[in-house]
């Protein structure tokens, strides 16, 4: 069956640095992959897509890679703030009806 | 818009207790759908529908029952409340394009603690 890593550790980096996060996933590539938010008490929201034939988007502060070679997406966060603090979830979507969601990771932004 | 929009926010149940959660979304999407959250262990689809009077069975849909009589309408029913269902319950909404995929947009959850 398909799984979805992502590094359960928190991330903890200095306001104004890149945060860098990774998302990988084993056997088929999906034809999306997605990024979520998720603030403390509160559900997930939609950040970003990239798309199976897409090497890069770019969204403001954020950026997304996905390699299908490697079997990763890496999500960026230039100049990153107190407020990017958060759990960021990464989904693989096939095409059909279902996501498939992994577990997220924690990232911490401090002054 | 108020998106998607579940109630109640909190409940507690005792063991064997039934109860709906109830979640309506006002975007018109044909997709909707209920995870749930636990430590460790990512979002799982419970039950999910791709419109109204359709619904199938996610990864996890032993204990809960669902209903789409209505586009805007997607309840879930727990049968006989166990420990095991304790936990964060997500509604969601959803729309495919080919250029967005199936993009998914999230109530703001309910937790429900069964003793």
């Known amino acids: 069956s398909q799984k979805i890593e992502q590094n359960s550790e928190a991330l903890n980096i200095q306001e104004g640095k890149t945060a860098t996060l990774t998302c990988n996933y084993t056997?088929?590539?999906?034809?999306?992959l997605q990024w979520y938010r998720q603030d403390p008490g509160r559900g997930p929201v939609f950040l970003l897509l990239?798309?199976?034939?897409?090497k890069e988007k770019r969204k403001e502060r954020l950026k997304v890679t996905f390699d299908t070679t490697l079997k990763q997406s890496l999500f960026h966060i230039t100049a990153s703030q107190p407020a990017d603090s958060a759990t960021y979830l990464c989904?693989?979507?096939?095409?059909?009806?279902?996501?498939?969601f992994g577990t997220g990771t924690r990232l911490q932004v401090f002054p | 818009n108020a998106g998607v929009t579940q109630t109640p926010k909190f409940q507690v149940l005792k063991t064997g207790q039934s109860m709906t959660l109830q979640c309506a979304q006002d975007?018109?999407?044909?997709?909707m759908s209920w995870y749930r959250q636990d430590p460790g262990m990512g979002l799982r689809l419970i039950h999910y529908?791709?419109?109204?009077?359709?619904?199938d069975q996610g990864e996890v849909p032993n204990g809960y029952n669902v209903s789409r009589s209505t586009t805007e309408d997607f309840p879930l029913r727990l049968l006989s409340a166990a420990p095991s269902q304790t936990s964060v319950y997500f509604c969601?909404?959803?729309?495919?394009?080919?250029?967005?995929?199936?993009?998914?947009?999230f109530g703001e959850g309910s937790w429900l603690t069964v003793v």
């Open positions: 969601a909404s959803s729309y495919r394009t080919p250029s967005s995929g199936n993009t998914i947009y």
């Open positions: 056997n088929y590539s999906p034809a999306y």
């Open positions: 990239i798309r199976e034939n897409e």
């Open positions: 989904a693989l979507d096939y095409g059909t009806d279902k996501l498939i």
């Open positions: 975007m018109n999407h044909e997709y």
């Open positions: 529908s791709v419109g109204a009077g359709i619904t």
